[in-house]
């Protein structure tokens, strides 16, 4: 075909996406091609610039090929490139006919049927869905990904007799396929069998401990078993995110990285980014950077994953490109902040934190951070305006009266202290930090109408039950140093040394020293914190810069 | 990780009128049909106005709900209509996608049913607003109804994008605003709300379901994976947390949330239910949140709550995941004494069926029970358990609707239309779709979102009012008394308390059969989509013309028993009067 030719197939193309959402039909198909279904171009006028040019091209190969009669196999490559990447898009009605058109051109091919399959799964219609499949099983008959998509479908149908065939056959030739363990695992819940439930969903975990998809579902199957300790356990590993535990599936790999749209490459770097996955995360980000350099949050998301990747200079870079460019971006002002403050850099910080406050007044990530920032610059009473301020954005969130009875404390406020920590043991019973908390106060506080040795024990020894950890083993000994167990106090705290050193924590073990040598001299600690001992800002900033990519 | 994209909600179905698959065969002539749709002929003409401009804002696919209430004490059900307005400061009515045909504030519409010589019954719906007092030109949302000041009189609790409103009834049809001094205001994005005596204080409290965090200043710009701009998915923006508000027994509420409802963060709340899942006498409460983990408020019986939805088995699907959760209902609908329930979803996810074991452990039953595979195509929000065919079985309606425009849709306005589903109880744990031959009405695709469901003609089967987004009202009037064929028969009761005779939502009934299973019922206004429904009660007793037992557990816990109670009828039982 001519340069001007085939312009003049786009123009057409173009002109017929306008109307194509009134359904006019395509032009008259050639003579020797078979009655194929109407496959109109959807309205392309408000689709991102390089979707639109995805769409015509795709649409100007496909009246190539109808106008040059061309033979069934190339059509059929045509309409089905042009179904696959509607199909991308969802845009599901205008993708059928082309791949039912491509189907039927090239029957033996597996590819139609199958994401047919899908489509109808994404419309709702399951049994359509589940004869598509089985078209395309009928093809491949050794297919995994489409036998274990077969059975997910017939057990959301409540078909199980007919699922649990197509999984066995699959686990027989690889029994640790996790996608397959994991649906035998789900058909047995919905068949009440508990134990093989079990089981199952024990084996997909071991099969691959990184899907954390099946952590919830095998926690109704310990409940149903009558294991409820090992059911609480996963519940707190559950996945978050809605994953799924899919088996891999190269051909809807090629759909879900088709659509070369700005949106596109955001949904596909955040997938890529919740799953850990930073390489591909970053190079889908830079690429939706390349098509939409003004959009700020796929920038923030570059140098998120950056970050993740281990790239700091790179992602300060980025992140300071992207505040410069966007100011009013919130996130980005934010996670700017982390990252400065993971560096030491307070005071560049603290201005970043204030700038995402002032385009997002209820960002309350930023103001506990910028409390923390100036508790730790001895600017006490500002923090505490901020931690008020965070109270009456958001009264669910437990660190801020958390830190701010560290404030108090800070400020010999220590009954005022005592009480918010009292307060929020409460009203969040099972958040153990306001134990924590409370118990170091009640034994360390300077103040003797506040400190309570006994009181402080006991708590303490309700927490070490449930951790172990320095903080919490540090409260312990000092509780134990104000009830007078001064030696007992002293052998704990040489544990912590010990522990810590061989962590590597040289820095550590120094300051644990500290209340070793009042211990040893019998005397108690009247400093519940060091200001090391509020939030490590290095070793949150990873989980803070992540988090930010939720906040829009 | 959340997107802000209409691709959040990547599972969309081309639904546009329904699934254009699967379109049901008509039902044939109207007098066969189960269900007519009966607003206009009877006065109840009203268009929901959404405010749409082409700005693409937030609210504008929620709203609005719709309430049946009893608010004049003559023995019908009244019906208030949500109405909406232009959003944004600078928006101008001229600039509004859709001209609006109905005044733009909440109606209120009182029932002037009359009971013809012979017996037939005629429904007549007069809009009283104008002198009843109510002005709600806010950006309506939804509707609860409970009577907080215990003298009889149903009062009304309005959520809005903004300011809500609680208005007293001041028993002469006119209702005062009260909201200021009650201390409910909440300024916040709230849809659903349900009034119940949490502390068994014999005062009614309140449970306000606030959505998120939105100003139109704050409004995002979404598009699908193509780059057509669209409604933004509720993961765009904060949860906002919900409120409990304790009744004090004069006029005024406390804001108990933060001591009442211990160390959990709210989601996005949009459907809210009542009811004792654990039978221990007290009532719970259950929030469908939308894109999170819903909630489950157990009561501790000491003025406070804790969450148990997660262990509980509620929070999220039988895999793991969160889903849209918009409209829900609490109902026995298996017969064995406790109540379970149903949450509706977005297109491609299905309704969530959770079966209770009786001590407030659920299953998730949707597949099992065909309902989650057939409402897969659908977006669904109002929704209730209800006894079309009076079986003694509870059947399921689900009023439905896009809050997208389908991908690749750009006829019409508002392309979000979507048809109605009725299932019926196949008494095995699972239902049966009969919605193609419940009438043209559920062929007809709207934005469906409130449903309230009542004997709006008093004649013994429960009736539908539907809210549409930016469509008109449906009074959807049960025909099944009315066809003739084997006779069903029925028992209705409405309960009420000693002090002031008002409804006592979160009682229950038991209704003893000889020689059948006993069903168990409860008294509530509260649950299906921002809506408020009658709260009397009625039971299918199928063709047994027995007069049941009645066995009643107040709110307070004390149990009374009515030994004969007749059927066919509408019944008050008044707390500490059986016999």
Known sequence: MTRRTRVASVIMIVALGVAGACGRPAPAPAANTRQLREVTAPDVSKMSTAVREQVRERFATLNAARQHAAGDAELAAAYGAVGELLLAARYLDDAEPALLNARELAPKDATWPYFLAHLYRLRGTLDQAAASFRDALALQPDGVPVRIWLASTYIDQGRYDEAQPLLDAVVQRDPRSTAALFQLGRLALARRDFPRAVSMLESAARSDPAATAVHYPLALAYRGAGRPAEADKELRMRDQHNSEVAPPDPVMDRLTDLLEGPQAFEVRGTDALNRGEWTKAIDSFQRGVEVAPDNPLLRHRLATALFMAGNVDEAERQFVDVARRSPEYAPAQYSLGVLLESRGRDAEAAGRYAAAVKEQPTYVQARMRMAGILRRSGRANEALEQYEEIMKIDPRLPDAPIEMAITLVRLKRYAEARDRLITGMNAFPDHPGFARALARLLAAAPDDRVRDGRRALALTQTLVKADQSTEVGETLAMSLAETGRFSEAAAIQRDLIAAAQNGGRADLAAQLQENLTLYENHRACRTPWRDEDVGDVSAAAPDAIRAAVAAR | ?579
């Open chain 2, 1 to 579: 990780m959340l997107v802000a994209l209409l691709a959040a909600a990547v599972v969309s179905a081309i639904g546009c009128g329904g699934s254009a698959h699967e379109r049901p065969a008509s039902s044939g002539s109207p007098a066969a049909a189960w269900f007519v749709d009966r607003a206009a002929e009877t006065g109840l003409r009203f268009v929901h106005f959404n405010g749409m401009s082409g700005a693409h804002y937030f609210p504008e696919v929620m709203p609005p709900g719709v309430g049946l209430l009893d608010f004049d004490n003559d023995g019908d059900l009244d019906v208030y209509l949500v109405q909406g307005r232009m959003l944004g400061a600078d928006q101008r009515i001229d600039q509004a996608t859709m001209k609006r045909s109905t005044p733009l504030s909440g109606r209120l519409f009182r029932n002037d049913l009359t009971v013809n010589a012979n017996g037939t019954r005629t429904l007549r719906f007069v809009d009283v607003t104008d002198r009843s007092g109510i002005r709600a030109t806010a950006y309506g949302m939804g509707v609860a109804a409970g009577d907080i000041d215990n003298d009889g009189w149903i009062d009304l609790y309005l959520t809005n994008f903004g300011a809500n409103q609680l208005y007293r009834n001041n028993r002469d049809g006119t209702f005062t605003d009260i909201t200021r001094e009650s201390g409910t205001s909440n300024v916040a994005f709230s849809v659903s709300a349900t009034f119940l005596d949490y502390d068994r204080d014999g005062w009614l409290d309140l449970y306000v379901a606030d959505y998120v965090r939105y100003t139109i200043e704050s409004d995002r710009p979404c598009t699908d994976l193509a780059g057509v701009r669209g409604y933004c998915p509720p993961q765009v923006y904060t949860a906002a947390p919900d409120h409990l508000y304790r009744n004090r027994g004069n006029g005024t509420f406390e804001d108990v949330t933060n001591r009442a409802l211990l160390g959990r963060s709210f989601g996005r709340g949009l459907g809210v239910v009542a009811a004792d899942f654990n039978k221990d006498g007290w009532q719970d409460i259950y929030v469908a949140n939308d894109g999170g983990e819903n909630l489950l408020w157990v009561n501790l019986r000491n003025g406070t709550f804790r969450d148990e939805a997660l262990t509980a088995g509620v929070a999220v699907t039988a895999d793991g995941h969160t889903e849209a959760s918009m409209g829900v209902d609490a109902g026995d609908f298996d017969n064995d004494g406790d109540d379970d329930l149903v949450v509706t979803e977005l297109n491609g996810e299905g309704s969530n069926l959770y079966v209770n074991d009786g001590k407030g452990l659920f299953e998730d039953r949707s597949a099992a029970s065909g309902l989650g595979p057939a409402t897969l195509p659908f977006t669904g929000f109002g929704t209730a358990w209800f006894d079309f065919d009076n079986d003694g079985w509870l059947d399921l309606l689900a009023v439905n609707g896009r809050v997208q425009a389908a991908e690749g849709t750009t006829a019409g306005t508002f392309p979000m239309q979507q048809r109605k589903l009725l299932f019926r109880n196949t008494r095995n744990g699972r239902f049966e779709d009969v919605s193609q031959q419940a009438g043209a009405i559920f062929e007809e695709p709207q934005v469906g979102r409130g449903a309230a469901f009542g004997d709006i003609d008093n004649d013994g089967d429960e009736d539908v009012l539907v809210a549409n987004d930016t469509g008109p009202t449906q009074l959807l009037v049960n025909t099944l008394n009315d066809r003739g064929g084997a006779a069903t028969h029925w028992l209705g009761v409405r309960l009420v308390g000693t002090a002031g005779r008002r409804d006592m939502p979160g009682a229950s009934v038991e209704v003893i059969r000889a020689g059948a299973p006993s069903l168990w019922r409860r008294v509530h206004a509260d649950g299906s989509y921002a809506s408020a429904s009658d709260p009397r009660v009625l039971v299918g007793l199928g063709e047994s013309a027995d007069a049941p037992r009645v066995r009643v557990q107040w709110p307070d816990g004390r149990v009374e028993e009515w030994k004969s109670v007749q059927i066919d009828r509408w019944q008050t039982l008044v707390e500490g009067t059986s016999r």
